[in-house]
């Protein structure tokens, strides 16, 4: 496998959610080209066991390294805390990157009195991925995961702010945010979907939380990485993204209003099957 500057970045995510990221490399690296598969058709992976979401995860990453890439990115918390070592191991020497290290380095980063409270799926609180990074490097942190399932549907018909989502998030961390020294100072994202949920969750967990996310620290390690492996495009040019998708492409790009801010081209979007 020869890698070059010149190739797309690659990035899969179990559906839509992970947009989030593929926004937040654009930000950080707007001459790269990318490349992003949406596993529509599988979607969600957050319920679903853990040697399932490997052999998805297996087939999507295929699928970007055949279309030549010179990175892959697993824009998804489930995919990264399922299947991280066993893609790197299988398709090295491709540097595979996934969104839990530098989502735990943020959380640890942004707490004063290391009391971490990490929502994600059931999937990657089961897993403990997360939970392991933040205490490999905070051995004396107090972890608290809660699965917050709900969350993705919801974000999936755009209802992330107003009473239901409030309500929604005010169940899933009941019993958490209460008043005296116990309390926890740092809220972590630990899907792709809910930095869309940052109000309603900043209404439920006031406003000394500190609400953080992995989007924006995954972006930075990308340029790490590739500058370390003298992989960056310098081109100059703006960069493009192109889309594939394994269902559903008209829903693909309702939702890429909500997670993306913006439409993107029918052109830009293929359909192909894993
Ligand atoms: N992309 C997934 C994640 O970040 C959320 C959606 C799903 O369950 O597939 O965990």
Request: a negative charge; glycine letters at 10%.
């Amino acid at each position: 496998m020869s890698l070059d500057a010149h190739m797309p970045i690659g990035l899969f995510d179990s559906g839509i959610g992970g947009l989030t990221v593929l926004h937040a490399l654009r930000r950080r690296l707007p001459q790269e080209n990318l490349i992003y598969l949406g596993d529509t058709a599988r979607l969600p992976y957050g319920t679903k066991g853990k040697e399932t979401i490997i052999r998805y995860s297996q087939r999507a990453t295929q699928k970007l390294v055949d279309s030549g890439i010179k990175m892959l990115v697993i824009a998804c918390n489930t995919a990264t805390s399922a299947a991280l070592p066993t893609l790197r191991e299988q398709f090295a020497p491709l540097p595979v990157m996934g969104v839990v290290e530098p989502g735990a380095a943020a959380a640890v980063a942004a707490s004063r009195n290391k009391r971490i409270v990490i929502t994600a799926t059931e999937a990657t609180i089961a897993g403990g991925a997360y939970q392991e990074a933040i205490r490999r490097r905070c051995p004396e942190a107090v972890v608290i995961g809660r699965a917050c399932t709900l969350f993705v549907s919801l974000a999936e018909e755009g209802w992330t702010d107003g009473p239901i989502a409030e309500g929604v998030a005010a169940r899933y961390l009941e019993g958490i945010f209460g008043d005296g020294p116990e309390r926890p100072d740092t809220l972590l994202l630990g899907c792709t979907h809910f930095p869309l949920f940052t109000d309603a969750l900043r209404h439920v967990v006031g406003p000394d939380v500190r609400i953080v996310d992995s989007a924006a620290t995954t972006a930075q390690a990308v340029e790490e990485e590739l500058r370390r492996r003298n992989l960056l495009c310098e081109s100059g040019t703006q960069g493009t993204s192109r889309f594939l998708v394994t269902d559903n492409i008209a829903r693909f790009m309702r939702a890429c209003g909500y997670f993306l801010g913006e439409e993107i081209r029918q052109d830009d979007v293929a359909l192909v099957d894993l």
